[in-house]
């Protein structure tokens, strides 16, 4: 039924292994086509074809590789509206949302046409008698990204960019759930001109994951989902020798001071609470009320979600889509039922939701949450979905300790008008992305993404500087020029500077 995706291995369209998956359209839970499946013969095969690849790649110039990206560039924005059809209609997501992780995608690439700057190597004259020393990075060769469902583009945009620029060739395993941009982008990087091989596309499960974690022939592994399968990714590749960067899940807090502009603040929150159904590790699952504010922005907050409109991703009316399967449907009303029984205010109730003519979409409801323990699951787990849970403390100090408290550490932000709470606030949070009066703190692709504690395995974060770092390695290099007729005495002590 529909249209089928096979995998993109040396430049053109390759087969599954046998076996295949239907590719749901979230919004009417109908099968729009047929994702084939690769194993472990799969990764071999694009393996060995970007060992040759990279091999080639690494030795054209820098200005020839930013020229393609340049092309690809100008190929995206050209595309941006077919590629955002094809995720509206696998995710679920809204066409503009679509266009704007297209949008944020398309600022790391624009880092990497420029990659040259990051790679300068440092020199020194003369750090010993006619002796200099310099440094320089190389590609690690071939690696893989292995990425979520969420952000089909902008994800991957985080990885291959900078890891092409800097001279590797890059296995890409999008989620089975909406495949197609990948297999869009594979084809744009050729009409690009990026030679074969060089950007390859693999799609399975677990499968075809543990077969990229485990490969003697990938060096470096990235990956962005949930905290326990980033532990595994990480664990498992780690243990194989590679270089791994692994991005977890979130559970980020939105501090709402007694000074903050409330409507302004509500309106953020909502924004990033509810925003392509709260399927973002960026998103905004909580909000903590200090002092007295908390009723006012109860209030605020449930005006904010009950005017949101609910519907499919192709209807330019819709706010909120629905989320990706009926599973993740299931879990949000699950975990608002055991909130619900364990004494918790359902300020705002989104089970029960319907949308004419979409009756079998995984639709769900905005949904606010209050008077939950600080122990409750609802609370403590990344729900992922549009469910806001809105907790109380009486003071500042509260708040860092609560937020402190979560074992995640992607994501926060505080809404004040007090430069001193704000400063204490960036000081003190033990987070790796901080937003001040801004809900969704994710840096631009020119600095670098990731999280603290569980949602951040491995040394560096994405895209921007440590990106450049996690896809070379540095060499030092000490040089010496002695003319022909110079005699050097040999010295069995240690060489030293002098």
Same mark, same amino acid.
């Given at each position: 039924?529909?249209?089928?995706?096979?995998?993109?291995?040396?430049?053109?369209?390759?087969?599954?292994?046998?076996?295949?998956?239907?590719?749901?359209? %979230?919004?009417?839970?109908?099968?729009?086509?047929?994702?084939?499946?690769?194993?472990?013969?799969?990764?071999?095969?694009?393996?060995?074809?970007?060992?040759?690849?990279?091999? *080639?790649?690494?030795?054209?110039?820098?200005?020839?590789? @930013?020229?393609?990206?340049?092309?690809?560039?100008?190929?995206?924005?050209?595309?941006?509206?077919?590629?955002?059809?094809?995720?509206?209609?696998?995710?679920?997501?809204?066409?503009?949302?679509?266009?704007?992780?297209?949008?944020?995608?398309?600022?790391?690439?624009?880092?990497?046409?420029?990659?040259?700057?990051?790679?300068?190597?440092?020199?020194?004259?003369?750090?010993?008698?006619?002796?200099?020393?310099? @440094?320089?990075?190389?590609?690690?060769?071939?690696?893989?990204?292995?990425?979520?469902?969420?952000?089909?583009?902008?994800?991957?945009?985080?990885?291959? %960019?900078?890891?092409?620029?800097?001279?590797?060739?890059?296995?890409?395993?999008?989620?089975?759930?909406?495949?197609?941009?990948?297999?869009?982008?594979?084809?744009?990087?050729?009409?690009?001109?990026?030679?074969?091989?060089?950007?390859?596309?693999?799609?399975?499960?677990?499968?075809?994951?543990?077969?990229?974690?485990?490969?003697?022939?990938?060096?470096?592994?990235?990956?962005?989902?949930?905290?326990?399968?980033?532990?595994?990714?990480?664990?498992?590749?780690?243990?194989?020798?590679?270089?791994?960067?692994?991005?977890?899940?979130?559970?980020?807090?939105?501090?709402?001071?007694?000074?903050?502009?409330?409507?302004?603040?509500?309106?953020?929150?909502?924004?990033?609470?509810?925003?392509?159904?709260?399927?973002?590790?960026?998103?905004?699952?909580?909000?903590?009320?200090?002092?007295?504010?908390?009723?006012?922005?109860?209030?605020?907050?449930?005006? *904010?979600?009950?005017?949101?409109?609910?519907?499919?991703?192709?209807?330019?009316?819709?706010?909120?889509?629905?989320?990706?399967?009926?599973?993740?449907?299931?879990?949000?009303?699950?975990?608002?039922?055991?909130?619900?029984?364990?004494?918790?205010?359902?300020?705002?109730?989104?089970?029960?939701?319907?949308?004419?003519?979409?009756?079998?979409?995984?639709?769900?409801?905005?949904?606010?949450?209050?008077?939950?323990?600080?122990?409750?699951?609802?609370?403590?787990?990344?729900?992922?979905?549009?469910?806001?849970?809105?907790?109380?403390?009486?003071?500042?100090?509260?708040?860092?300790?609560?937020?402190?408290?979560? %074992?995640?550490?992607?994501?926060?932000?505080?809404?004040?008008?007090?430069?001193?709470?704000?400063?204490?606030?960036?000081?003190?949070?033990?987070?790796?992305?901080?937003?001040?009066?801004?809900?969704?703190?994710?840096?631009?692709?020119?600095?670098?993404?990731?999280?603290?504690?569980?949602?951040?395995?491995?040394?560096?974060?994405?895209?921007?500087?440590?990106?450049?770092?996690?896809?070379?390695?540095?060499?030092?290099?000490?040089?010496?020029?002695?003319?022909?007729?110079?005699?050097? *005495?040999?010295?069995?002590?240690?060489?030293?500077?002098?």
């Amino acid at each position: 039924m529909g249209y089928e995706i096979t995998h993109w291995i040396d430049g053109r369209e390759v087969a599954g292994a046998g076996s295949t998956q239907p590719i749901m359209n %979230p919004a009417t839970g109908g099968e729009v086509g047929t994702l084939q499946l690769g194993d472990a013969s799969t990764v071999d095969q694009a393996v060995e074809v970007a060992r040759r690849a990279q091999k *080639e790649w690494a030795k054209v110039s820098l200005a020839k590789r @930013t020229q393609i990206l340049y092309r690809m560039r100008q190929l995206m924005i050209e595309n941006t509206d077919e590629i955002a059809v094809v995720i509206s209609r696998e995710h679920g997501k809204t066409v503009g949302d679509a266009k704007g992780e297209i949008a944020r995608g398309l600022e790391t690439l624009e880092f990497a046409t420029s990659i040259t700057q990051d790679l300068k190597g440092g020199f020194s004259q003369n750090i010993s008698t006619g002796v200099d020393g310099h @440094t320089l990075r190389q590609p690690l060769g071939v690696v893989a990204g292995i990425t979520p469902f969420n952000f089909p583009a902008m994800v991957p945009f985080w990885m291959h %960019p900078i890891a092409i620029a800097t001279g590797n060739a890059f296995i890409l395993k999008p989620s089975e759930r909406d495949p197609s941009a990948s297999n869009i982008v594979a084809r744009l990087y050729q009409e690009a001109g990026l030679p074969d091989g060089v950007f390859q596309v693999v799609h399975g499960g677990k499968t075809v994951v543990d077969a990229l974690c485990t490969h003697d022939g990938i060096a470096g592994v990235s990956f962005v989902g949930s905290t326990p399968i980033a532990k595994h990714v990480h664990a498992t590749a780690s243990a194989a020798g590679k270089r791994v960067q692994a991005l977890g899940g979130a559970n980020n807090h939105a501090v709402v001071m007694p000074d903050a502009n409330v409507e302004f603040a509500a309106a953020q929150v909502a924004s990033g609470a509810f925003g392509s159904a709260g399927e973002r590790c960026m998103a905004v699952p909580v909000a903590v009320t200090v002092g007295d504010v908390h009723e006012e922005f109860l209030a605020a907050i449930k005006a *904010e979600a009950e005017k949101l409109v609910v519907g499919p991703g192709d209807d330019e009316r819709t706010d909120m889509p629905p989320v990706i399967t009926p599973d993740a449907k299931a879990r949000v009303i699950r975990m608002t039922d055991e909130a619900e029984q364990a004494g918790a205010t359902i300020v705002v109730d989104g089970r029960g939701l319907v949308v004419e003519g979409h009756e079998n979409g995984n639709f769900v409801g905005p949904t606010v949450i209050t008077g939950l323990p600080a122990d409750h699951p609802t609370y403590t787990e990344e729900v992922f979905g549009p469910v806001l849970v809105v907790m109380h403390v009486n003071n500042f100090d509260e708040a860092i300790d609560l937020v402190n408290a979560s %074992p995640f550490g992607n994501g926060t932000a505080i809404f004040t008008d007090s430069g001193h709470y704000a400063r204490r606030f960036e000081d003190e949070i033990q987070v790796g992305m901080i937003g001040i009066n801004v809900p969704i703190p994710t840096p631009v692709g020119y600095y670098s993404f990731g999280g603290w504690k569980d949602s951040l395995f491995g040394e560096h974060h994405a895209h921007g500087p440590e990106g450049v770092s996690f896809y070379t390695r540095q060499k030092a290099v000490t040089t010496r020029w002695p003319s022909q007729n110079e005699s050097v *005495e040999s010295s069995m002590s240690f060489p030293t500077h002098d």
